[in-house]
Nanobody, 123 residues
Framework: QVQLVESGGGLVQAGGSLRLSCAAS????????MGWFRQAPGKEREFVAAISWSGGSTYYTDSVKGRFTISRDNAKNTVYLQMNSLKPEDAAVYYCAARWGVPTKTPGQYVYWGQGTQVTVSS
């Protein structure tokens, strides 16, 4: 069993930056591919970014490419999402998730989820 806890969300002005963290307990994260997803009110949960267990491969949805960076520190059992040049449309609850195998973009393929952290972007 893996417990995931996100942190780092908050209120930021458009153009600003936030760094989300996802800390794991229960098991080492080094065996898992990790993903970040987000869900805005009235919308489905959507893929944001994912990273392989080694950190050697990363994937992003088109709308965040060049602005967001996913990374991981397996020694700290933590995954990060650096978000720069934030836009109002980035506002959502952000979730991290873990799965065995390769990273995917499908929420249903992830086994473990955190409780989410709110990101609000003011225009």
């Amino acid at each position: 069993q893996v417990q995931l806890v996100e942190s780092g969300g908050g209120l930021v002005q458009a153009g600003g930056s936030l760094r989300l963290s996802c800390a794991a307990s229960g098991r080492t994260l080094s065996s898992y591919a990790m993903g970040w997803f987000r869900q805005a009110p009235g919308k489905e949960r959507e893929f944001v970014a994912a990273i392989s267990w080694s950190g050697g491969s990363t994937y992003y949805t088109d709308s965040v490419k060049g602005r967001f960076t996913i990374s991981r520190d397996n020694a700290k059992n933590t995954v990060y999402l650096q978000m720069n040049s934030l836009k109002p449309e980035d506002a959502a609850v952000y979730y991290c998730a873990a799965r065995w195998g390769v990273p995917t973009k499908t929420p249903g393929q992830y086994v473990y989820w955190g409780q989410g952290t709110q990101v609000t972007v003011s225009s």
